[in-house]
């Protein structure tokens, strides 16, 4: 049994675009009317380190003491004209760390995903979800990250002005000569609403942006109803809340696995698998990209064996077909040390992230 549960907070919200050097208003405020008293709403904190932790905890349906809820969202994925070339819907109904399910359906991609103690189980199509259907889960569970730990990042506090609303920014810079004044997405940033740790704009620092609209609290956790993402200043992804609920008396049944699922590989961020790297082969330039100018992030998917070999390449999404195969060339080549679950090697799903960056001289 399901309990609509958010409340819509009474703030004006805008939408704001990002650009390689700022922002710029792209529409006109829309004032999301409340219906419910809502509690105070946390004060933003003034250090960026802070603002950044709080931020992590109160934005997104990540938090594990979350009561079980359910979410609907519907999304288009457009093409580079703007034009919808998919649509499709994601559901979760989450009852716990290891007790979860999350269903994906569009034309090219329909997947049930159960989440249990003893693993991760698919129905339906067996591949990790495409890239933009993954980013759907990332955007709703987890929007931000929390401050870096060390000394080799350092956030960076600045002030932003979207039309006639204030930003408050936190962007983590490397703590190398010039980044603290380097434009804001340059590196990776997050921009919050003036007075609350309310995210309004991630950026990733790979060009991709992902605007945060017309927000809800739901359980004093803020949640967007509308999110759009950027890349490379285009839109390329929209989705939006269709519901979110509180689940009354969970039944477990509803979230086991049925015969026919199938255990999939446990999956590795990138991140954790950067430091099992053991050799990695350069990707090669391809010349008809040097000579159109052509630069950008491919993303790939694969399976790292117990071996720390790399097997079913994908490609996630690239900016071009030439900077995806020289990818592709350069990562099946590469090894890892195998990576280990209870101290025993397993294989595992990661992301692997190529940038290619040309300047001509």
Same mark, same amino acid.
């Given at each position: 049994?399901?309990? #609509?549960?958010? +409340?819509?907070?009474?703030?004006? /919200?805008? =939408?704001?675009?990002?650009? +390689? ?5 792209? @529409?006109?405020?829309?004032?999301? =009317? ?25 934005? $997104? ?33 989450? %009852?716990?760390?290891? +007790? ?17 103690? +003893?693993?991760?189980?698919?129905? @339906? ?13 990332? /955007? ?11 000394? %080799?990042?350092?956030?960076?506090? *600045?002030?932003?002005?979207? $039309? ?62 509308? =999110? !759009? ?31 026919? =699922?199938?255990?999939?590989?446990? %999956? ?13 082969? *350069?990707?090669?330039?391809? #010349? ?8 950008? !992030?491919?993303?790939?998917? $694969? ?6 070999? /790399? ?31 209870? $101290?025993?090697?397993?294989? !595992? ?10 300047? %001509?001289?």
């Amino acid at each position: 049994m399901l309990r #609509e549960t958010f +409340q819509r907070l009474a703030f004006v /919200v805008v =939408a704001v675009a990002c650009l +390689q050097s700022g922002f710029a208003q792209t @529409g006109s405020p829309a004032t999301a =009317a409340p219906t419910v008293a809502a509690p105070p709403l946390p004060a933003l904190p003034t250090k960026p380190a802070d603002i950044l932790n709080l931020g992590h905890q109160l934005n $997104g349906l990540g938090d594990p003491t979350l009561p079980p809820w359910h979410a609907r969202v519907s999304y288009q994925i457009l093409d580079k004209t703007g034009a919808t070339k998919e649509q499709g819907t994601f559901e979760e109904f989450w %009852s716990g760390p290891n +007790q979860y399910k999350r269903i994906f359906t569009s034309p090219s991609f329909t997947q049930t995903e159960y989440q249990t103690a +003893q693993g991760r189980y698919r129905k @339906g199509a067996q591949s990790r979800p495409p890239y933009p259907e993954r980013l759907l889960d990332s /955007v709703l569970l987890h929007p931000m990250t929390e401050a870096p730990k060390g000394s %080799s990042f350092i956030p960076v506090m *600045r002030q932003q002005k979207a $039309g006639a609303t204030e930003l408050q920014c936190v962007m983590i810079a490397p703590d190398i000569p010039g980044a603290r004044s380097a434009p804001l997405t340059v590196y990776p940033t997050y921009c919050f609403s003036q007075d609350h740790p309310l995210l309004r704009l991630a950026a990733t620092g790979v060009r991709q942006q992902i605007l945060f609209n017309n927000v809800v609290l739901f359980h004093q956790h803020f949640i967007a109803e509308d =999110a !759009v993402v950027q890349i490379r200043g285009a839109v390329t992804l929209k989705m939006h809340l269709e519901s979110l609920g509180t689940i009354l008396n969970p039944d477990p049944a509803a979230f086991a696995p049925p015969a026919d =699922a199938v255990l999939a590989p446990p %999956s590795a961020p990138s991140s954790a698998m950067q430091g099992h790297l053991i050799s990695q082969a *350069r990707p090669i330039y391809p #010349e008809a990209a040097k000579r159109l100018g052509i630069s950008g !992030v491919v993303i790939l998917d $694969g399976i790292i064996t117990t071996e720390g070999r /790399v097997k079913d390449l994908q490609v996630a999404t690239s900016p071009d077909q030439d900077l995806a195969f020289a990818a592709l060339d350069a990562v099946r080549q590469w090894r890892y040390k195998p990576y280990l679950i209870d $101290g025993k090697p397993v294989e !595992v799903e990661t992301d692997i992230t190529i940038t290619f960056n040309y300047v %001509s001289r």
